[in-house]
């Protein structure tokens, strides 16, 4: 079990960053999600770009990334850290509108966790979230292995 959750929320849609972070709060994160536009600023992030050149490693941390996002989408992002060593261990759960099959299985393929479809209706997206925080507080999660220079 973790102490501090370090969550990376990877979410275009204003609208559904704000439930995301408010149903997270409802199944008891005490920190919040650092929001990440699209895969490119995820990828920024991760490997100490400006502006987070300064940030430091995270000792706890779990990814919630959508798949169809502007400049760099989910399944590409996914092929880029499962490829990192030093990335690979963050687990990535995927939460999308698709239901394509071939396109979840994909992901699987890539690395991730879990994939997790959106649903419709507010309140089953609400619950399925506050079930994901719940499970992300209560496991084990690795710390991030910084990069050389970015030492804990």
């Not at 990192?84 to 699987?108: G, H, K, M």
Request: with cysteine; hydrophobic share 40%; glycine share 8%.
């Amino acid at each position: 079990m973790t102490d501090t959750l370090n969550l990376l929320m990877v979410e275009d849609d204003d609208g559904h960053a704000t439930l995301l972070r408010r149903h997270l709060r409802r199944a008891g994160l005490t920190s919040d999600p650092v929001r990440l536009r699209d895969g490119q600023e995820l990828l920024d992030y991760l490997t100490y770009k400006t502006p987070w050149t300064e940030r430091r490693p995270l000792d706890s941390v779990a990814m919630i990334l959508d798949l169809n996002m502007p400049r760099l989408g989910g399944a590409q992002v996914l092929e880029r850290l499962k490829a990192d060593d030093r990335l690979a261990r963050i687990p990535v759960f995927v939460l999308t509108t698709t239901d394509n099959p071939a396109e979840l299985d994909r992901c699987y393929a890539l690395g991730a966790a879990a994939c997790l479809v959106k649903p419709v209706g507010h309140g089953a997206f609400g619950d399925l979230v506050q079930r994901l925080g719940t499970v992300l507080m209560h496991a084990w999660l690795p710390g991030e292995q910084a990069l050389p220079h970015h030492g804990r």
